[in-house]
């Protein structure tokens, strides 16, 4: 009897080390990026080729719902109280975050993507998209204090620190050499789709 017992949780157990097995390897395999940063190389049709700011060549199946965003370069002095931007913050040596960019949203895109997430444009960056709520001038420039919905942030903005607005663009815009930021995401098949992209004008590489 024991012997039998022995025969009947032995598979058991080896599909149980398989199991855990598989996961692990899951685990371990990195998350698909979900945007990439780059220069258009070229397009076909509907395929996107882009050389990413690491020197990879990435192809984008643009959707058939695509939306293109320009980005344009705008002032401090236009970051008002009630605007609602997106601001990449890396941690900042006094504790306050410093702004790495920041991007005014137009009303038609209030509210996009609010809240505060880690962000991979640099290491121990995130992205909080708020509402500004104050505006404090100094000799180094400016600090915000933004609201979003689960929060609120203190944000150190320098005189140098880049500031752009989105304004309507059109897929015309991609075209080589346009410096682009795509939103993405991975098909059943394998390939990567993109629905969004945000491309610079008169020389802008998109900052966030």
């Known amino acids: 009897m024991p012997f039998r017992r022995t025969q009947f949780v032995r598979p058991f ?40 700011r690491s020197g990879e060549d990435v192809k984008l199946h643009m959707a058939g719902n695509i939306v293109v965003l320009g980005l344009t370069k705008i002032a401090l002095s236009d970051v008002k109280v009630g605007s609602f931007i997106g601001t990449t913050t890396v941690p900042g040596p006094d504790g306050v975050p410093k702004a790495v960019e920041v991007h005014v949203f ?3 895109m209030r509210g996009t993507g609010e809240g505060s997430r880690p962000w991979d444009l640099k290491p121990n960056s995130s992205m909080t998209n708020a509402t500004v709520a104050q505006s404090v001038v100094s000799n180094d420039g400016h600090t ?12 150190a903005v320098s005189p140098d620190t880049p500031i752009v607005t989105y304004v309507a663009g059109d897929k015309s815009e991609l075209k080589a050499g346009a410096r682009i930021i795509a939103f993405m995401k991975k098909l059943p098949d394998g390939s990567l789709e993109t629905d969004r992209v945000s491309v610079g004008r008169d020389g802008i590489t998109p900052p966030m």
């Open 106 to 108: 137009p009303e038609n």
């Open 144 to 155: 915000l204090l933004v609201k979003y919905k689960d929060g609120e942030k203190k944000v």
């Open 13 to 52: 157990i080896a599909l149980a080390m398989v199991t855990a097995s598989t996961l692990y390897a899951i685990a371990q395999q990195p998350p698909t990026p979900t945007r990439v940063r780059g220069t258009v190389a070229g397009v076909d049709g509907d395929t996107l080729a882009v050389k990413s």
